[in-house]
């Protein structure tokens, strides 16, 4: 079976997939307009209350080597930050990447 693959700016992320706030850590960050967070950690309750979800709709904010966060289709669990859950879910065969602002603003390190 082929996956389609797709990569969408952080615009077009946040327009096509509202997220869940995370109501089980008022703290939790990945915060949107005034609301709660929406960021759902890797352990504890909250990783509970993920495996507990639809799949579709579950989203891995991932910590890569090239210095760029990303945030991707599906449970992932190598290099993982945490979840967020969304309120449309992803397309069947579809993985979908997002690539967020460097974690370095230095042009020199960040090519």
Avoid at 42 to 67: H, K, M, S
Wanted: proline residues 8%; contains cysteine.
């Amino acid at each position: 079976m082929t996956k389609t693959y797709l990569e969408l700016t952080e615009d077009e992320f946040d327009e096509q997939y509202p997220l869940l706030e995370n109501h089980i850590n008022p703290n939790a960050s990945w915060t949107i307009g005034d609301g709660n967070g929406c960021l759902f950690e890797t352990y504890g309750e909250e990783l509970n209350f993920l495996r507990q979800q639809d799949p579709r709709f579950i989203w891995t904010v991932i910590d890569a080597d090239d210095c760029h966060p990303y945030v991707v289709s599906g449970v992932r669990f190598v290099n993982r930050i945490g979840y967020l859950v969304s309120l449309v879910p992803i397309p069947e065969n579809t993985l979908i990447v997002v690539r967020l602002d460097p974690c370095n603003d230095d042009p020199e390190d960040n090519p």
